[in-house]
């Protein structure tokens, strides 16, 4: 099929619809959506509709998104406008605030822990944590 990548990882599942019409997106997102709940099917996977969540990508931030109504297993499929993708905060603009954000934070907890552990543990074992 033109304009679909399937992405699989470990037990992640990822499906990438393009098109630039409205009417062919919503037609190819349902024909892709039945084609893997046969596939499913046939593997014997189960899918976790909880964790199951969809997103709208666009550029423009004055322009609403287009989020055609999606169903796998007759269960509605939410979107969300940010999601983690291999260790990456990926928003539906493709912004990087998120993303920053989230390694600030991340790195503040870790300065912190070494900070607290500063005199407590040698300079060598400071120095094998830090070039970890």
Not at 4 to 30: C, G, H, M, P, W
């Amino acid at each position: 099929m033109q304009g679909e990548k399937l992405i699989l990882y470990a037990d992640d599942t990822n499906v990438f619809v393009i098109d630039r019409s409205q009417e062919a997106l919503k037609t190819k997102l349902s024909l892709v959506m039945k084609q893997l709940e046969i596939w499913f099917l046939k593997n014997d996977l189960i899918i976790n509709s909880t964790k199951t969540v969809a997103m709208s990508f666009h550029l423009c931030c004055s322009k609403l998104a287009f989020k055609p109504h999606i169903l796998i297993q007759n269960k509605e499929i939410k979107y969300k406008t940010e999601v983690k993708f291999f260790g990456l905060c990926i928003t539906e603009n493709l912004g990087w605030q998120t993303h920053i954000r989230f390694l600030c934070h991340s790195s503040s907890k870790t300065f912190f822990i070494l900070k607290s552990v500063k005199k407590t543990l040698s300079s060598p074992i400071l120095w094998n944590i830090y070039s970890v």
